[in-house]
């Protein structure tokens, strides 16, 4: 198999010779990242002094006035004192100075829904900027293999950016007592997806997939029950889900928290595979309804076996996400944290996660009974348990 008949023989269980990786682009998959427009000059709008530009790197700073006044601000010097910055959609963030990550979200940028017109005016981005897809070109005609190509996008998700733009106490409330502004702010965002894929078809990247962000839920369940859920995201998903799906363009979702309960209604609404960067977090047993029904791109453990474990448990781990997030046919990727230094990942753990891939991750090598081995019940985050036995 070629890497993405892999990952599409992963997707749909059709039995892939091995477990897909995706690995910054050493893997299987290939990232086409989307970028911000040529033409965004943070902190020259009315309203954005002392703001300076959200981005990690690759832009360079038109310095406003207000920043070229202060010899603090000089070329990079901002970014190493605390400091607030803006996003493309007008979300604020706050910076602690010399940031390894990408901060915090801060303060909101739109308090009253009244305003959420203006706020559009300004702040709503333009997806046909053929700068933005610049990057993403470059990557592709840089290939000289066939790989699962998928399209980054470069913004959150419609739960999480708008989570920013309102602040997150205020978000919630507004599932209660707005929840039609709410809807609506949900659809703006699900549009410019939208409107970012269909601008990729156009700009001849043809991804495979599409990479959604979008966290919906804390260490110990959902931001909001199911039915909520259902009631408030399912038209801004599912704008998403059926064009890239009338496209022929599978759909991935990265997604921090408990949020099994919310997996039943993203598969029916037809999400393809979703990510867990910490996957115990959700627990093997309560992801167990859907195995076989979704695929898991999965990381080792980042909140303890990965960044706390042993090389060993590390190399464990790997067989009992492949044997719990997937099935003899399929159904499990492995995921490498692309940020380890952000989380210190020990160099000698991420080996481990690779060595782990080589030892379990070609189907036909791993032992039949295997499949079949009782596993833990009661999984404890940082216990990682022995293998099953060789006969």
């Not at 070109?137 to 708008?162: A, M, T």
């Not at 995201?233 to 928290?257: F, N």
């Not at 952000?342 to 991750?361: M, Q, V, W, Y």
């Amino acid at each position: 198999m070629n890497p993405k008949e892999r990952v599409k023989a992963a997707l749909y269980f059709n039995k892939p010779d091995q477990v897909p990786i995706f690995n910054k682009v050493s893997g299987d998959v290939i990232p086409l990242p989307v970028i911000h427009s040529e033409n965004w000059n943070p902190g020259w709008n009315e309203g954005e002094e002392g703001l300076f530009p959200h981005v990690r790197s690759g832009y360079y700073w038109n310095h406003p006035k207000w920043a070229t006044q202060n010899p603090e601000y000089d070329g990079i010097n901002w970014k190493t004192i605390p400091h607030e910055e803006i996003d493309e959609w007008g979300c604020i963030w706050n910076m602690k100075g010399n940031d390894h990550d990408q901060g915090h979200p801060g303060r909101p940028s739109l308090l009253n829904w009244d305003d959420f017109d203006n706020y559009l005016s300004i702040y709503k981005l333009d997806a046909h900027d053929k700068s933005r897809y610049k990057l993403a070109l470059k990557v592709k005609e840089s290939l000289q293999d066939i790989r699962y190509l998928i399209l980054l996008f470069n913004c959150h998700g419609p739960s999480q950016l708008i989570s920013a733009m309102r602040g997150f106490n205020r978000y919630l409330v507004d599932h209660k007592k707005n929840p039609q502004e709410l809807k609506r702010a949900l659809q703006v965002v699900a549009d410019y997806h939208v409107e970012v894929l269909n601008y990729s078809i156009k700009y001849n990247l043809n991804p495979d997939g599409i990479w959604l962000v979008d966290d919906l839920g804390e260490q110990k369940g959902p931001f909001f029950s199911p039915k909520t859920f259902e009631k408030i995201y399912e038209d801004a998903y599912c704008t998403i889900i059926d064009r890239a799906h009338d496209l022929g363009i599978e759909v991935h979702m990265h997604c921090c928290g408990k949020i099994d309960p919310l997996l039943g209604l993203l598969t029916k609404w037809g999400l393809d595979a979703i990510e867990l960067d910490s996957p115990r977090m959700s627990g093997y047993h309560d992801l167990k309804p859907y195995r076989g029904k979704i695929m898991f791109w999965g990381c080792v453990n980042i909140q303890s076996i990965y960044t706390q474990g042993t090389p060993e448990e590390v190399e464990r781990e790997v067989w009992h996400m492949i044997r719990n997030l997937g099935t003899k046919d399929g159904g499990y990727g492995a995921y490498f944290y692309p940020d380890s230094k952000d989380i210190r990942t020990p160099r000698k753990n991420i080996k481990s996660f690779e060595k782990g891939l080589k030892k379990f991750a070609v189907y036909s090598e791993i032992p039949p009974h295997w499949w079949d081995s009782p596993v833990v019940e009661e999984w404890k985050d940082d216990i990682v348990p022995p293998l099953p036995s060789l006969e």
